[in-house]
T-cell receptor, first 113, second 115 residues
Framework: EAQVTQNPRYLITVTGKKLTVTCSQN?????MSWYRQDPGLGLRQIYY???????DKGDVPEGYKVSRKEKRNFPLILESPSPNQTSLYFC????????????FGSGTRLTVV | GNSVTQMEGPVTLSEEAFLTINCTYT??????LFWYVQYPGEGLQLLLK?????DKGSNKGFEATYRKETTSFHLEKGSVQVSDSAVYFC??????????????FGQGTILTVHP
């Protein structure tokens, strides 16, 4: 089954404790992206990657890092989480061959206390 | 920059009512337009899309027409069901350059359908 898999689904952590949210896709997509969803703000892009070793900032990159060492994986790293990063996070992937739509993961609900 | 504006929610309807959720956009060039749906506790799913002016996207009884003259992509359904209760997001994407494929979302509209 074609899918984007995120882990974990739920995470509660403390301020300043580094964490990684993993994202993997099995569709051989070139394009991958991270979004955060907050009430009243819709989804905002954090980082995106157009292919292996090619990443760039989205609209709200502060406090986040990403890497794209393999085509299928695109982890999101929070080096020193803060409470304002409490949010619902989604990973998405898409083929570069056209605007065919995006496949989203099931989401990671992160709470930073 | 690109932006998407959706009608304010929440929207509450009775089963079999007609649904319209308004969406307008601002973008240079010719974006592709999408509607995504998010059911409770789940990720976003592509509902329908349109890639050029006057295209009509349709799926599961939902329709939306790409209107370049009014920069709109309103979502409609003739008869909603309780199972349509979800959050609906309008989005656009522009291909090319360093912004390839980036999705810009509206704020989402919560739809609740009562029996």
């Amino acid at each position: 089954e074609a899918q984007v898999t995120q882990n974990p689904r739920y995470l509660i952590t403390v301020t300043g404790k580094k964490l990684t949210v993993t994202c993997s896709q099995n569709m051989n997509h070139e394009y991958m992206s991270w979004y955060r969803q907050d009430p009243g703000l819709g989804l905002r892009q954090i980082y995106y990657s157009m292919n292996v070793e090619v990443t760039d900032k989205g609209d709200v990159p502060e406090g986040y890092k990403v890497s794209r060492k393999e085509k299928r994986n695109f982890p999101l790293i929070l080096e020193s989480p803060s409470p304002n990063q409490t949010s619902l996070y989604f990973c998405a992937s898409s083929s570069s061959t056209g605007p065919g739509g995006y496949t989203f993961g099931s989401g990671t609900r992160l709470t930073v206390v | 920059g690109n932006s998407v504006t959706q009608m304010e929610g929440p929207v509450t309807l009775s089963e079999e009512a007609f649904l319209t959720i308004n969406c307008t956009y601002t973008a240079t060039g010719y974006p592709s337009l999408f509607w995504y749906v998010q059911y409770p506790g789940e990720g976003l799913q592509l509902l329908l899309k349109a890639t050029k002016a006057d295209d009509k996207g349709s799926n599961k009884g939902f329709e939306a027409t790409y209107r370049k003259e009014t920069t709109s992509f309103h979502l409609e359904k003739g008869s909603v069901q309780v199972s349509d209760s979800a959050v609906y997001f309008c989005a656009l994407s522009r291909a090319g350059g360093t912004s390839y494929g980036k999705l810009t979302f509206g704020q989402g509209t919560i739809l609740t359908v009562h029996p």
